[in-house]
């Protein structure tokens, strides 16, 4: 396992495999390296580097919980290139880790060489915050992964045509099986950070997004995401009609990322990089 220390102490995880075009892959709000699993095979010509962030898998959990924050989190991408040696690369960035990329694309956007987004934008859906905040931090009802892959379809209705094997290992990936039953595989403490952010006024993220201005942009949304709107994803087709678009049906938040569009998505997207 490779990990690199932070400014401020912490130990954070990463994986660093392959050659050709670096492509740092960030998750989303409590996932891990393992939310790329899917996608990995069909970007096999690349250098794929992933990063579980602070609080989250295999880093170290902070003991401030304020430090659960956008810059903080791009601080430390910041320092994980510079501790690998990478000048540019780019960033396929899943949910939070969209919202990342369009941060380092208003501070830092030398380091980059394009981003794809893996449904998020600039608005964020009140329904899909609602959502997440019903989980967030709480270990599941379930004792073990087989009974929380058996309840997965119930819970996330906005996917269709999902295989039980998929199911299966999206619980492996997300909860540890312990004698006391599941656990997640984040600090409970993400919540507090939410909660604390979400009584600020939301700030205005379209600066962001038109930041990314010059650079390759791909955009994947599913079909029936609640935090990801249509009309949002309309704008930003608006703002950059050269956005390399894909709408993955029978999908909600998130796509996996091996979905034909998703991939058709992707695959155009490094070669505007190439």
Not at 88 to 116: E, H
Not at 176 to 192: A, F, H, M, S, V
Request: glycine residues 8%.
């Amino acid at each position: 396992m490779a990990h690199f220390t932070s400014s401020d102490g912490l130990e954070l995880y990463f994986t660093d495999e392959g050659t050709g075009l670096p492509i740092l892959c960030l998750p989303g709000l409590t996932r891990t390296t393992a939310d790329f699993d899917y996608v990995t095979p069909h970007l096999a010509d690349n250098r794929l580097i992933k990063m579980d962030y602070r609080g989250r898998g295999q880093s170290d959990f902070d003991d401030n919980w304020e430090n659960y924050a956008l810059p903080i989190e791009c601080r430390d991408v910041l320092e994980l290139l510079d501790h690998l040696g990478i000048e540019k690369t780019a960033i396929l960035g899943t949910s939070r880790g969209g919202l990342n990329a369009m941060g380092l694309a208003m501070g830092a956007k030398d380091r980059l060489l394009g981003v794809a987004l893996n449904d998020i934008g600039p608005e964020i859906d009140p329904k899909g915050i609602a959502f997440i905040m019903g989980y967030l931090g709480r270990n599941p009802t379930a004792r073990t992964h087989a009974e929380a892959a058996a309840i997965m379809p119930h819970v996330f209705t906005e996917f269709d045509n999902v295989p039980e094997e998929r199911w299966m290992r999206e619980v492996v990936k997300n909860y540890t099986q312990t004698d006391d039953g599941l656990q997640i595989t984040y600090d409970p403490k993400l919540r507090d950070a939410l909660e604390a952010q979400g009584a600020q006024p939301a700030p205005d993220l379209w600066p962001y997004f038109d930041a990314m201005a010059g650079l390759p942009l791909a955009c994947i949304r599913g079909a029936n995401s609640n935090l990801f709107a249509a009309d949002t994803l309309a704008e930003m087709q608006r703002r950059r009609p050269d956005m390399i678009t894909a709408v993955v049906p029978g999908r909600g938040h998130i796509p996996f990322l091996d979905e034909p569009e998703a991939i058709a998505a992707l695959r155009t997207w490094v070669e505007a990089m190439q």
